[in-house]
């Protein structure tokens, strides 16, 4: 079955190495593209997004293939394809061969890309800012052309941030002809990841983990071997975890430097943390209502993948909590599957009220996008009884194994 079987109600104790990072590893894939020859990419996580990525970049001509945690991607060969929309409408990270695609072929024909259900994610900004660069995009019913016979640098003032046209925008500047600057630009470590990787290529980005970007373009990059950094939002959902069941946990590699917002709000809903170098150690349950509203926001913020992660921990922390969601439009799906275990949590706009001290109980609850798949399987290990959690693929999407890390961590908890 497309399921997880919890035995909920136990103390977690163990610990975990955190995979690759999700959301820095698809940009840097779609990002050998510019380059000629063969890039190494290592830490590389095994989930489903960067298969279908690999996928993608094989349409294209791409020779890859995997050793372990090592990708290595040789595009030689790259040539233009349609790309097959059976992955393309997968997911959202496909957009981000637009800009590279566009620097490396000059044409592109594309589906518009997938994604989860939390919003209606358009493209419109991607369009926009690339039309600036000199990018001729037609835009059809089912899919778009973008055509460019080379690409100009430009200065582009957003009129918000957005992680994908950051990264996009990157994409396209490297190769370009002059100057590009992003304004104001994401400032996401994965994007920081991005721009380390193009800088050891050759490219020439100045402004790295601030809000602007400045890009000078280059005529040619050159094939680097990289260490992709371990993923915050899989550490901020094991911490969540061990949030929701108690316990001790230990968290190698999590990348705490980059988790500030989360362990702060972590600690003030009572869990003892100790970070360093080498990972995250975890004590003790969430007990504690947070001071205020948990409000979602572009980095350094807290992230708005764990915000149903942190819901979670608010409803077994028995003192509830308020949640504002500023990112994406529609980020609450999993209350209704929260309110079937018990909880009690009303929604009004973009705001959640948690109220705490109902006993939960498992049962079967049904997975509707990645993060929020997670935060099901994170609340039926605190719950009592034996829980499911159906459509597994989605967790699969940006967890390498969501049963295996949970088994290290003392949980119950089998593929169904
Ligand atoms: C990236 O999505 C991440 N995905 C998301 O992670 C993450 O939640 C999001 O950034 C915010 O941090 C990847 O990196 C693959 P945005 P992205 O553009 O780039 C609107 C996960 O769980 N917008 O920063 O799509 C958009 O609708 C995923 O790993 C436009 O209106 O996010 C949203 O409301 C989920 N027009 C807001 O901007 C556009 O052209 C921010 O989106 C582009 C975006």
Redesign the pocket.
Same mark, same amino acid.
């Given at each position: 079955m497309d399921a997880v079987r919890i035995y909920g109600g136990n103390c977690l104790s163990g610990q975990t190495r955190i995979q690759g990072s999700?959301?820095a590893s =698809?940009p840097i894939l779609a990002a050998t593209l510019l380059i000629d020859g063969t890039c190494e990419i290592v830490n590389c996580p095994d989930i489903s997004d960067v298969y279908h990525m690999l996928r993608l970049l094989q349409s294209l001509g791409c020779l890859v293939s995997r050793e372990a945690d090592v990708v290595r991607i040789d595009t030689k060969r790259v040539a233009e394809c349609d790309m097959p929309a059976d992955s393309v409408g997968v997911m959202?990270?496909s957009i981000m061969l637009l800009g590279a695609l566009l620097a490396r072929v000059g044409e592109v024909t594309m589906e518009y890309p997938g994604?989860?259900v !939390? /919003?209606?994610? *358009?493209? &419109?900004?991607?369009i926009c800012a690339l039309r600036r660069m000199g990018v001729e995009i037609m835009e059809g019913p089912e899919e778009f052309c973008a055509r460019a016979e080379r690409l100009y640098g430009a200065v582009h003032e957003l009129p $918000? +941030?957005? +992680? /994908? +046209?950051t990264e996009n925008l990157i994409l396209a500047a490297v190769l370009a002809e002059g100057r590009t600057v992003i304004h104001p630009a994401?400032r %996401?470590p %994965?994007i920081q990841a991005l721009c380390e990787f193009l800088v050891g290529a050759g490219g020439k980005i100045s402004g790295v983990g601030t809000d602007r970007l400045v890009i000078e373009g280059v005529r040619k990059l050159h094939p680097v071997r990289f260490h992709v950094p371990a993923d915050r !939002?899989v550490a901020g959902t094991y911490l969540a975890a061990c949030m929701c069941a108690g316990g001790r946990v230990f968290l190698g590699d999590a990348p705490c430097g980059q988790m500030e917002s989360v362990l702060a709000c972590a600690e003030k809903m009572g869990v003892r943390l100790s970070p360093s170098p080498e990972g995250l150690f975890v004590e003790g349950r969430a007990c504690k209502k947070p001071p205020g509203a948990l409000v979602t926001a +572009?980095y350094p913020g807290f *992230?708005? &993948?764990l915000q149903s992660l942190f819901m979670a921990a608010m409803v077994f922390s028995g003192q509830g909590g308020r949640i504002e969601e500023t990112? $994406? %439009?529609n980020r609450f799906r999993i209350v209704p599957e929260l309110v079937k275990m018990g909880a009690d949590i009303r929604v009004a706009g973009n705001c959640a009220s948690v109220c705490g001290g109902r006993p939960l109980h498992n049962t079967i609850v049904e997975a509707q996008e =990645?993060?929020g798949g997670a935060a099901l399987v994170v609340a039926a290990l605190a719950a009592e009884g034996t829980g499911i959690v159906t459509n597994r693929h989605f967790i699969d999407r /940006?967890y390498e194994d969501i049963t295996r890390s949970l088994r290290e961590l003392g949980a119950e908890i089998e593929l169904a």
């Open positions: 999700k959301n =698809l959202r990270s994604g989860c !939390i /919003g209606k994610r *358009p493209i &419109d900004q991607h $918000f +941030v957005s +992680v /994908g +046209v994401a %996401e %994965e !939002i +572009v *992230p708005t &993948d990112v $994406f %439009e =990645l993060r /940006g």
